[in-house]
Structure formats: C-alpha cells, structure tokens
C-alpha cells in the first residue's frame, strides 16, 4: 500500500448541484455561527438529495467537505434519518411505518401485503422503477395508525384493500 | 469541594466531579461500559446506574455531579436492580462466543456479566448479527459484538484527532463501523482496542495466538522514538506476544503510538542473528562467541596497531540504550580513539549546533504552551504521543505555527505557517528573529545590522507578535531540523528568538535515546562527564565520508540509519576491519563487516533510555536472548576484558548505569550553547540551484525493528522509496506522475518513482531516508539531480 498523504479530496459540491440549491444550502449555513456550519448539515443533505432523488457517497462527501465535517459523521447522520435515499428508489417511496402505534395497529399486515403486492421486499424497488417500500420509524401520525407516506402525502388508517386502491391511482 | 457519603463512607470532593469519578479515587467499584477518564462523558450504557438518596430513579454515576450532602447507594437493592436490568438488556444481542474471543478473560463486559449478569437468559428471540469490517491490518472486527458504548468513536474524535469510525444506522440497525470500507490511518488507532470493553475490536497480528492468562507481563519501554512511552510485553515461552500500553501519566497517560504497538512482530524476524559469525578468506562461517570474539580483538588490534588508534572509530545507533553508549565510547577511549558518535543522522556538526538538544521543558508542560514555533518537524508521525499534547494545547487555543519543508497533515489546527525549501528555512527563520528585532530597534542594534540582508514578511511578523504575546510560548525543532545541512545556523537563530520573545528552546529528538547519547559521552568531542576532550576524534559524518581503516559499528543498519549511505557504505566496505554488533543480520552487512556479533533488541537486555524531556527510565529484559545472542553490555564488557582495560568488571547493566549517572551532566543546568555564537553568513538565501532533497524518515522506517515489523509495513504509513515534487516542479522537469526518474547526488544514483504531491514546496524533492531504493543515495537534505528516464 503507498501512503495516503491526505484524505483524498471529495468532489466540490458546486459540480454536483445547480446554483440556486447551494445558494439554499448557504442561506442555511448563514444562519448559525460560523464555526457550527456543520448544524446546516440535515437541510444540505435534503437540498442535495432533493437534486438526484438519493445520495451516493460521493455527494455526502461533497457536504462534508462544504461543512468541514468528517465524512463519517455526515454518514451518521445520512444513515439515522430514513429520510434520506441511500441507494436509487422508485418513482414513488412507499414509507411504512412500523413503530410501536402502527405495530399494534397492524402495520405487519400492511408490508407483508405490500411486499406480496409489488413481489419485492422492504428495500427493495421494483423492476419497472415504479415503486420502492421502506421501513420508517415513528412520522408521527399515530392516531391515524397504520399509516404510511408517499412523497409528501401521509395515507392512515389503511388497510390491504386500502393499499390497493391508492397504488392503483399512482402512474 | 463537597461532603458527600457513598455506601455509607463519608467523602470530600472537588466540585464539578462525576460521582464515578469520586467512587474511582476512593477505591468503590461502580460498573461502567461508555466511561473512560480520558474521553468526553456519553452517559449512553447506562451501566453505572447508582441510586442517590430523594432521585426519583437511579442515577448515571458517570454524568451525575456530586452536590453537597450527596447519599449515593451503589450496592442497594434499587442500584442492584436497575445494573442487573441493564446487564441484562446489554446481553440480549451479546454473542456467546467467549471460547473463541481473543477478550476473553481480559473482557469488561464478562467481568461485569459476572457480577451482575444472571445466569440463564430469559431471552428466546433471534440475535442480531452485524457484519464484520475490514479496518485495516491492524484491528480486528467482531462487530456483533459491539455494545455501542462509542469509546472508539470518541477516541478518533478527541484524542486522535481523525474521525473515522462512526455510529451510522439507527436503533437496531445501528452499527460501529467506517462506513465504507478502508483502513484507518491514525498513527494513534491501536489504542481503540485498549478501549473497546468488549472484544469487538481486537489486534489483528496477535488473534487467536495465546490467551490472556497464559503470558507474563513485563515493563519495558519503547524504543522508537524520544518520548519513552511506558509499556508492558506480554511474553510467553519466552516470546514477545504483543505490546499494550502501561499508564504513566506524566510521559504517556494510557495511550501509545501503533508503531510502539506493533513493532514486536519485527522483534523475531527470519533476519535475527543467532550465532557469531565470522569472515575468513571471504567466506563467511558461524562460530562460537570464544573464537568470534578473539577473532574481533585481534583484527582490531591489528587494524590499530598497522594505522594508529585514530583510524579506528565506533558508532552506536541512538536507539542504543545507554549503558550500551557508555561502555562502548570506553572501550574505544580506552583503545585511544576518540573516532565515536550516535548521531548518525546529523548532517552539520559546525561548532554553533546545539550542546545538548533535548525538550528543554517537561512533556506534560507542551501542553501548556499558548504559542508555539514547529521548525522542522513532522512532530505527528516522529512523536505521536508528542503530538497528542500539542493538540491538547491547539484545543485549548495554543497558535500552533510551523516553518516546515513539507506541508505535514497534523491532528490539531495549525496556524500560521511557511512551508519552504529547506534552504530557505534558514532565511525564514531569521525572518521571525528579525522582525522581533524590530519590535525594539534601539536596542536590537547590533542583530538588526547582522540581519540586514533579511526579508521580513507580514507572516514573519505574525509569528513574532505571537511569539512574543503569548504568556507560554516555545520553539521547537524536529528531525528535519536535526539532520538540516544549517542545524547551527537555525540553532543560533532559534536561540536569538527566544531570548528576544522568552520563548523556551526545545528540540524533538528523533530515537528513544537521542538525548542519552549526548550523556553518555558517545560524542567525538566530549566525555561521559560532560567535558571536552583535548583531541577531538572524528564525528559520524567525518568517519563515513573521509574512511577510516576500521569501525565498530553497534545496532545499525547504515545504509538506513545515517545521513549520507552512499558514503558510508562505500567506507565500510573500503575498510580492512569492520566490527558488527547487531541484532539483525543484512545482505549489506555480509559484504562490508568481517565479523558479526549477534546482540539483543530492547526486549531481550535491561537498560535505560533518557527521554526528550531528560527523564531516565530503566527497564528489564521482559525474554531471554534468542538464539546465542547476548545483550551488548556484556559483549561489550567480554570486549573490555579482552583488551585488559581497566574498568569493565561489570557484574550488571545497572552498576553501569550508575556508574554514568554520577559522572554526567545534569541537563537542566548544562545548557544547550549558541548563546553568544555570532549570526549566521544569511547573504545565500535565495534557493539553492536545481533541488533540494527532503529525506525525513517515515514514521516506519526509523530503526531496524521497525522496519522488520511486518504488521506495520502492512499500513498506510508505510513508504515506499519515491520521489515526490508538486505539481509545477514535476512540470519544470518535464515529469508526471507514475514516471520513471533518475536521481542522482554526486555518483550516487537511484531509479525512483514520481509522485505528484502537493505538500512539497518549489525547490525540494522529498525522497525519503531509510526505506529500501533510496539507499544509495547520498545526503539526506542536499542537492539533488532529477532527469526523466524514458
Ligand atoms: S466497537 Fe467496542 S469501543 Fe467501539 S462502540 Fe463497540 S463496544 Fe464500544
Ligand atoms: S408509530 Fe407509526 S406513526 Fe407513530
Ligand atoms: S458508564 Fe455511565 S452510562 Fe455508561
């Protein structure tokens, strides 16, 4: 093995998002002191994720130079939120939840329906792209338990038919 | 401080303390996962659950302050409980797999478990399982058995000062880990294992290879580089099975460098001499030590007796311990030579060059300082431990400023800097003294007219304000500026800075025992008490480029370990008698040395190195000598009775050292000189022409064991011979990365690989020393030559 001088440079940032998003990204940087940059690092990651649809390790560490950060700590916090694509998803992100309130609500019949459904598994996307399901933690919305999230619309109280006919209205 | 009571025992604490660390000091055990004094408080195992009198619930002794009238319980039945209910939670995902850990017995968790754990589980379900990582040659990874306590994570944070593993996922999906593959690359990270409870982290060279219980534990002390750092060896069958740190608060705390870590698995390499050798007629025979030995005394009587004592001189590497220095610089003076040195790394020995370069300062106090100059020196990689407490001041707010040849990666933040040719870092230098002159020009007078060829840069005045602001501020000079071709030159210039801003002086010497050398008179000049002799013999340099008709050459590998090894090889092989004392047996040694003595590494003989700070630390043989090899004291006093000098009836090392402790010189009090040496020639400092070669030593190169242990090769850190130029002087010369280049100092050349590597200032090559390929060439910092070959 030859010496690593240093850590090898992450891309700029600048060459993987559009102008408008890293003027995002430092309106949010502008808005803590100087030398806690790194607190813009969720909103950067969801700017940055908003541009592709998910996040490689080339553009976390691409933040991660931007906020001064040590790669592995933006990959902590990458990694915490299921909010955050690590791999290529479907046209639309199915998120179950499947905590505590949507446990006891059911939640395993709806992934075991989803999953027989679509015929992959929580993780997975489906061949034609169209659909990816995941396992999330607590959105939120337990009085409507079991729930889940596509996009940005929250669906409760369903059920497998339910499921049924709101993945028969998506294209 | 406070009055509080824990389990009944009254107690006064100072405010602001954790309740754990009050239990510590008086000797009441509280079990604990995530806590260690040297790292910042997580409170995340929720182990040391304590009760404490009017809480609701029980308590986290190790984020809990004590108050005053405190009643901690931690043996109560609501304390014992709430431990027990942890424990249990803390093994539900645990493996059972303690007959096959290299932890075991040596586990916190087991030890906890056996106090607090229960012994059937009521757990039925599916354990969570959680794939191994490749970190590297060094550590070991058995992930499922992580308790996420996150030592490890805040050890790179805190004290290595390089974030590489982190907690990614969440909850149940949480996982220690680098993410995506690679080997971490602190020179510091083998403590992570010290500091994981469990055996999740391991030490790859030792898995599997002997049981905690099964080897002794012995104190030693490190040998690699100036700081000392404490240890013990764990030994079995008479085996150095591996090296784990030994707490001294004042030198090392509790942690040690990976290269004090892992050198062992060179320490029985397949190079270690077992038996005498000598060359007869060419051929070379093994023998016993009788013949060996008679055959020794009477070349060199022989090789003496035909040219005269003066063509005869010994030199000792600086990783010798000192009784091995003392008695060999006695034997020579006893022989009438004063031909003898240790620093064979040293290229400038002009009469302005330090008496005495030691820290100057206690090793505790670096972290003290508010303001700091690094002249020269890749203080991280040379002394790691060194580093740790500069970036303990760095953190605490020190400037830390560097006029450096190479534009070195530290752990801390570094501040203002030059990095420059290492020509011109004289004129740096004198660029800082200077504008300090100019603070007070009335009465700096006569240096502002001895400086007045000098340039001052804003940059030079910045680090003078400093310099001179700060309450505690210190120069410091590395191994760059040891082997510097102007050592003399900075050493007066240095010495002006600190009078002129109260700066202290203090030098990073390079070996374990740089600093013993100068005490125990291995020096041309100078005795074991300190004084100079009437007819000074030759110095390292001198011997090796001018020749001598015979050597006694002690644990050193030259082509590695000095300055100049074209020159040196050359000499030893023109030589009629050359002396080997050494542990490990090299193709090079077979051509130029007519007899080779085999003599122990630091494991196999007791001794004492003196540390950068002056500290005197003795140590023991932790296993006998391999094979016939013998420790050099006694060779060395064979040696002295053979040649009927009086003195050398040594019935052990420490009579010895002794002996050298009465006579030398106290260095608090012997001063380093340069005090009154007028201001170096400065009319010179443009670039000299064409290149300048950087040949610092990779923190892995540095002594003969190092460079034998192979868990340490296997690392980042370990450099293969190349040349490394930026960017536009690769251009200049019409190179590119990947090329082939001929170098070449005088007649001494070498094929090298070009790098392209940006921390090289214009005008320098950095082509490293004692790595193989770069062996034959000549002075480590001087002028190179560098053509493209096609
Ligand atoms: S690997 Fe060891 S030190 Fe690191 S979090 Fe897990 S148990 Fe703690
Ligand atoms: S548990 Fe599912 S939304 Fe809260
Ligand atoms: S030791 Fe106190 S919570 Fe871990």
Request: with cysteine; proline share 5%.
């Amino acid at each position: 093995m030859n010496a690593v001088p240093m850590n090898i440079a992450a891309k700029p940032l600048a060459e993987l998002i559009s102008a408008e998003a890293l003027a995002e990204i430092d309106r949010w940087i502008a808005k803590y002191p100087p030398e806690q940059k790194q607190s813009a690092v969720i909103q950067a990651l969801h700017i940055v994720q908003d541009q592709h649809g998910w996040l490689n390790n080339e553009r976390m560490d691409a933040v991660a130079e931007y906020l001064g950060m040590p790669k592995i700590a933006v990959y902590e916090v990458a990694t915490f939120y299921t909010m955050f694509n690590l791999k290529p998803c479907g046209r639309h992100t199915i998120a179950v939840c499947t905590n505590i309130s949507c446990m006891l609500r059911g939640s395993d019949v709806i992934v075991s329906h989803l999953e027989k459904k679509l015929g992959i598994r929580l993780g997975q996307t489906t061949a034609d792209g169209k659909f990816t399901i995941k396992e999330v933690e607590c959105l939120a919305a337990c009085g409507g338990a079991p729930m889940f999230q596509i996009g940005k619309t929250y669906y409760e109280n369903l059920t497998p038919q339910r499921v049924d006919e709101i993945l028969d209205k998506l294209k | 401080m406070v009055n509080i009571e824990i389990d009944g025992k009254p107690l006064q604490v100072d405010d602001g303390k954790m309740l754990i660390e009050a239990a510590d000091e008086a000797g009441i055990p509280i079990p604990r996962f995530c806590y260690h004094k040297k790292l910042s408080i997580a409170a995340n195992c929720r182990m040391c659950l304590v009760e404490v009198e009017k809480a609701a619930k029980p308590l986290p002794a190790c984020a809990t302050p004590v108050t005053d009238g405190m009643r901690v319980y931690t043996r109560s039945a609501k304390a014992l409980t709430a431990q027990k209910g942890v424990m249990e939670f803390l093994l539900i995902n645990h493996p059972l797999d303690c007959p096959i850990c290299d932890q075991g017995g040596e586990c916190e968790l087991q030890e906890v478990a056996m106090g607090y754990g229960s012994d059937v589980s009521r757990y039925q379900e599916k354990k969570r399982v959680v794939k191994d990582k490749n970190i590297g040659p060094l550590i070991s990874t058995d992930m499922t058995r992580c308790i996420h306590c996150t030592r490890c994570v805040r050890f790179g944070q805190e004290i290595a000062g390089l974030m590489e593993l982190g907690a990614t996922g969440r909850g149940e999906h949480m996982e220690i880990g680098t993410y995506i593959e690679q080997s971490l690359v602190s020179e510091m990270s083998g403590n992570v294992i010290d500091l994981c409870p469990v055996g999740a982290l391991t030490s790859k060279p030792f898995r599997f290879s002997a049981r905690a219980w099964e080897m002794s534990q012995r104190d030693s002390i490190a040998p690699h580089d100036s700081i000392g750092s404490n240890l013990h060896l764990h030994v079995r069958d008479g085996q150095v099975m591996r090296v784990v740190p030994r707490e001294n608060e004042a030198i090392n705390e509790v942690w040690i460098s990976d290269r004090d870590r892992y050198s062992y698995t060179g320490l029985n390499s397949e190079e270690r001499l077992q038996a005498p050798r000598i060359k007869q007629k060419g051929a070379w025979q093994e023998t016993d030590w009788q013949t060996a030995l008679d055959f020794t005394v009477q070349n060199l009587r022989k090789a003496i007796a035909g040219h005269g004592a003066q063509q005869t001189g010994a030199l000792s590497a600086p990783h010798c311990t000192l009784e091995e220095m003392y008695l060999l610089q006695k034997l020579l003076r006893g022989l009438g030579s004063q031909n003898l040195d240790h620093r064979l790394r040293q290229n400038d020995f002009s009469p302005q060059t330090p008496q005495y370069p030691w820290l100057g300062q206690g090793l505790a106090q670096l972290e003290k300082l508010d303001a700091v100059l690094l002249i020269g020196s890749n203080v991280r990689k040379e002394q790691p431990i060194g580093a740790h407490r500069l970036r303990k001041a760095a953190l605490r707010g020190a400037e830390v400023m560097l006029i450096n040849p190479v534009d070195y990666d530290f752990n801390f933040p570094a501040g203002e800097k030059i990095i420059i040719a290492p020509d011109a870092m004289v004129s740096a230098l004198a660029g800082v003294a200077r504008a300090l002159c100019e603070l007070d020009k009335a009465a700096n007078k006569t240096h502002l007219d001895a400086l007045a060829q000098v340039a001052v840069s804003s940059i030079h005045r910045t680090m003078a304000s400093r310099l001179k602001s700060a309450d505690n501020a210190g120069l410091l000079l590395g191994s760059s500026a040891l082997a510097h071709p102007r050592l003399g030159a900075l050493h007066t210039l240095a010495k002006l800075i600190t009078r002129l801003s109260g700066a202290r002086l203090g030098y990073l010497p390079q070996a374990s025992n740089s600093v013993g050398g100068w005490l125990a008179g291995m020096l041309p000049d100078r005795d074991a008490r300190g004084k100079s002799v009437s007819q000074p013999g030759l110095n390292a340099r001198a011997m090796l480029e001018q020749g001598l008709k015979s050597y006694v050459l002690l644990n050193m590998e030259p082509e590695f370990d000095c300055a100049n090894p074209a020159a040196a090889l050359r000499n030893l092989n023109a030589a009629e008698c050359v002396v080997t004392l050494t542990p490990y047996v090299t193709s090079q040694m077979e051509s130029y040395a007519d007899v080779l003595l085999p003599v122990t590494p630091f494991s196999e003989t007791p001794g004492t190195f003196v540390n950068a700070e002056g500290r005197w630390q003795e140590f023991n043989a932790a296993v006998r000598p391999l094979g016939e090899a013998r420790p050099t004291w006694k060779v060395l006093r064979v040696l002295g009775n053979l040649f009927e000098l009086p003195g050398f009836d040594y019935v052990s090392a420490q009579e010895i050292s002794h002996e050298l402790r009465a006579l030398a010189p106290d260095l608090a009090t012997a001063g380093n000189g340069g005090d009154s040496a007028t201001l170096p020639q400065l009319d010179n400092h443009g670039q000299t022409q064409g290149l300048m070669r950087i040949g610092h030593v990779p923190i892995h190169s540095i002594d003969n064991i190092v460079r034998r242990a192979s868990a340490l090769q296997q690392t980042a850190d370990a450099e293969q011979a190349c040349i490394r130029l930026n960017a536009a002087e690769a251009g200049r010369h019409g190179l590119m990365d990947g090329a082939s280049a001929r170098v070449s100092q005088d007649e001494a050349e070498a094929r090298l690989t070009v790098r392209v590597d940006a921390r090289v200032p214009d005008g320098a090559a950095l082509i490293a020393a004692g790595v193989p390929g770069s062996e034959t060439l000549g002075a480590s910092f001087g002028a190179v030559n560098v053509e493209r070959l096609a």
